[in-house]
């Protein structure tokens, strides 16, 4: 799964991980801010916490994919669908409701029908700013400094310090005056 290869979902041990997760989440989601067990609970589920301030709710697949560097906030009900690797760079900043889906399916229906998925990793550099409900799909790269603008649905790769924006996201051009 991690390395990309077209796996089966239903298969025990995801499954058991995925169970993982989802009492681990459900604990995290029924926190408020100052709960000492948030911390212990970010550290569980996920593969590296750096003490990100995550506001709850919080969603994911596995969570042990998940990456955080030092000083990043997501806000309310992110959702990171981890069957690959997702890095978030130093302070980033995730507005609320975005969606970073590492997970793809087949295009062709036949083969979509036999239930096999695969993953392509997403990585978030540094100092990235990601508006809310903002949605990134599965194997994009944004680079540093980037700013993701609310509501953009990011379908390729993202320059260090480009504004993208639309559907599908598309640099904005600063015009110098």
Not at 30 to 45: H, K, S, V
Request: aromatic share 6%; glycine share 12%; charged share 20%.
């Amino acid at each position: 799964m991690l390395a990309g290869a077209p796996y089966d979902a239903g298969c025990p041990e995801l499954v058991a991980l995925r169970k993982r997760a989802q009492g681990l989440m459900r604990d995290y989601n029924q926190t408020i801010l100052g709960d000492p067990q948030r911390a212990e609970l970010m550290q569980a589920l996920l593969g590296t916490w750096n003490e990100a301030v995550i506001r709850a709710p919080f969603h994911v697949d596995y969570g042990m994919n998940i990456h955080f560097e030092p000083g990043c906030f997501a806000n309310f009900n992110c959702v990171i669908l981890d069957v690959a690797e997702v890095r978030i760079g130093a302070r980033t900043q995730i507005g609320p409701n975005v969606q970073i889906l590492t997970a793809d399916h087949p295009r062709d229906a036949d083969t979509r029908a036999t239930g096999a998925e695969w993953g392509r990793p997403i990585t978030i550099g540094a100092d990235v700013w990601i508006g809310g409900g903002a949605i990134i799909l599965p194997g994009v790269t944004v680079g540093d400094g980037a700013i993701i603008a609310a509501g953009a649905v990011v379908t390729r790769d993202v320059a260090a310090d480009a504004t993208v924006m639309g559907n599908p996201a598309r640099q904005q051009i600063r015009k110098e005056s």
